[in-house]
């Protein structure tokens, strides 16, 4: 069965520097997320889209923007990175007819130096 | 504002013993509850999803109850084995909206052969 696809799987980064990071749901699914864990800590949420439009929003910071496309799949986009920013950052979906049980991605794993 | 708790943080048993993993959270308006597994560094694997109309749902060794009175909920794992060794995680929907689920701390569990 197909799954929720991240790339890239690692990414290191500078300071300041800016990171686009990449998440295709599973295919006929309408809700993607995103969620951030940092090291020893639970996921937490960030955003989400439902049919290409914004749906929630989590403690995400103003530093980050995020979109879905019109083929569904959703960028978080990541500004002036601090070395805070560094952890795992997950993208998961779900569909409506599924009872919204939520899929996640493998992550990306986001180092800032 | 939901909140998600798991106790205990770690449990280690012998293989073939029942593992159960509890789960309590605050808001008795659940949408859902959904239970993950999580091993080191790695994406949350989904185990099961209990409706809030539902009691419990089973998936082979995997049995989760739900208990909306009483804000709990239950994983049982039966016959262990080292394989099950990992994170695992619980999560419902924060009270203002379905989508953006709430974790639990987890309960890191160690099967010793």
């Known amino acids: 069965a197909a799954g929720v696809i991240q790339s890239p799987r690692h990414l290191i980064k500078e300071k300041r520097e800016t990171a686009t990071l990449k998440c295709y749901p599973i295919p006929r699914h309408d809700t993607v997320y995103w969620y951030q864990q940092g090291p020893g800590q639970d996921p937490q949420f960030l955003i989400s889209?439902?049919?290409?439009?914004?749906?929630d929003k989590g403690s995400i910071p103003d530093r980050f923007s995020a979109q879905q496309f019109s083929d569904y799949h959703s960028e978080l986009n990541m500004s002036s990175l601090e070395l805070g920013d560094s952890a795992l950052y997950f993208c998961a979906s779900s569909a409506r007819t599924s009872g919204h049980e939520q899929f996640f991605g493998p992550g990306t794993r986001l180092t800032v130096l | 504002k939901q909140e998600v708790t798991q106790i205990p943080a770690a449990l280690s048993v012998p293989e073939g013993e029942n593992l159960v993993l509890n789960c309590s959270f605050t808001?008795?308006?659940?949408?859902?509850l959904q239970w993950f597994r999580q091993d080191p560094g790695k994406g949350l694997t989904s185990l099961l999803l209990?409706?809030?109309?539902?009691r419990e749902q089973t998936s082979g060794r995997l049995n989760a109850s739900l208990d909306k009175s009483s804000g709990r909920s239950t994983l049982y794992i039966a016959a262990s084995q080292p394989g099950d060794s990992a994170t695992y995680l619980c999560?419902?929907?924060?009270?203002?909206?379905?989508?953006?689920?709430?974790f639990g701390a987890g309960t890191q569990v160690v099967v010793t052969p």
């Open positions: 999560a419902g929907p924060t009270t203002d909206s379905w989508g953006k689920l709430q």
């Open positions: 209990i409706q809030s109309s539902q």
């Open positions: 889209f439902y049919e290409k439009m914004q749906s």
């Open positions: 808001d008795s308006a659940i949408y859902n």
